[in-house]
């Protein structure tokens, strides 16, 4: 089947400090992403989307090839967590991709996940960027902190058609 739009490539930003099995793993994320880009390509949006998702350290050359991602890419979908907002990559990469949409002759969009709580006492840290919070939840947030499949379901779902009608405003 032929898709009708695409392929939009998803920036996935988070922080690597939450991959300590707890909070958050990264197939975790890859299983949502996967169920956004699925839902994507169903006959009501016929979306073509791709992923990247970055699990490697940043490092010399590494910075370079993610700012390429960033331009590549048309969806920037962050995972909120409290660490999140405390990465100072995390920052960068959320600046550098608002910075070229704004160049940018192609639409582009952000698609905040909350995957955990940020709570008051969060926000009042002194390593907690609050500006890219305030930036970041000025959007629709999407809820990704149920842990019922049915619920990520369905935030998939929701995802692909904010996504969609991003795409076609």
Same mark, same amino acid.
């Given at each position: ?8 490539? &998803? /920036? ?9 099995? =707890?909070?958050?793993?990264?197939? +975790?994320?890859?299983? $949502? %992403? ?40 048309? &969806? /920037? ?9 405390? =990465?100072?990559?995390?920052?960068? +990469?959320?600046?550098? $991709? %608002? ?71």
């Amino acid at each position: 089947k032929q898709m009708t739009q695409g392929p939009y490539q &998803i /920036f996935i930003s988070y922080a690597h400090t939450d991959l300590d099995g =707890r909070l958050v793993s990264a197939g +975790e994320i890859d299983s $949502f %992403v996967d169920s956004v880009i699925d839902q994507g390509a169903t006959d009501k949006f016929q979306l073509e989307l791709t992923s990247f998702l970055d699990r490697n350290d940043m490092r010399g050359l590494w910075l370079e090839f993610i700012r390429d991602k960033l331009h590549e890419s048309t &969806i /920037f979908m962050p995972i909120l967590t409290p660490k999140y907002f405390m =990465r100072e990559m995390c920052i960068n +990469e959320l600046a550098t $991709f %608002v910075a070229q949409a704004l160049e940018s002759k192609t639409i582009k969009c952000i698609i905040p996940i909350e995957w955990d709580p940020i709570g008051d006492a969060d926000i009042k840290r002194h390593d907690f960027n609050v500006d890219a919070y305030n930036y970041l939840t000025k959007y629709q947030v999407f809820d990704a902190t149920s842990d019922k499949k049915r619920d990520k379901l369905a935030l998939a779902f929701n995802c692909a058609k904010d996504i969609f009608r991003n795409i076609e405003d």
